[in-house]
Nanobody, 122 residues
Framework: QVQLVETGGGLVQAGGSLRLSCAAS????????MGWYRQAPGKQRELVATITSGGSTKYADSVKGRFTISRDNAKNTVYLQMNSLKPEDTAIYYC????????????????WGQGTQVTVSS
């Protein structure tokens, strides 16, 4: 069984920085990509950033230049460095693992973390 655990959320002042971490645990054979999504109150969940095992990244336009996604494949961990935070960044941030195969699985599956709250005060 695969589990994703996010850490690093909290309350910060506008203009501040925060780093989120997400570690995937279990007997993992491979992961196609990992990423971060967020959901603000009354809004749909949206993509923030993704990174493939090969290092290709994708960012939402709203966070380009401010957020940086990185990974440590050996530790099955993905990070999200968030700088110049704005109140509109306030949301629950969810870690996503795409195309994860365990050592016993035939098909890949997607997994989600429990989410971590990020609140940016003005």
């Amino acid at each position: 069984q695969v589990q994703l655990v996010e850490t690093g959320g909290g309350l910060v002042q506008a203009g501040g920085s925060l780093r989120l971490s997400c570690a995937a645990s279990g007997s993992i054979f491979s992961i196609s990509a990992m990423g971060w999504y967020r959901q603000a109150p009354g809004k749909q969940r949206e993509l923030v950033a993704t990174i493939t095992s090969g290092g290709s990244t994708k960012y939402a336009d709203s966070v380009k230049g401010r957020f940086t996604i990185s990974r440590d494949n050996a530790k099955n961990t993905v990070y999200l460095q968030m700088n110049s935070l704005k109140p509109e960044d306030t949301a629950i941030y969810y870690c996503n693992g795409n195309g994860i195969r365990t050592i016993t699985s035939i098909r890949s599956e997607d997994y989600w973390g429990q989410g971590t709250q990020v609140t940016v005060s003005s």
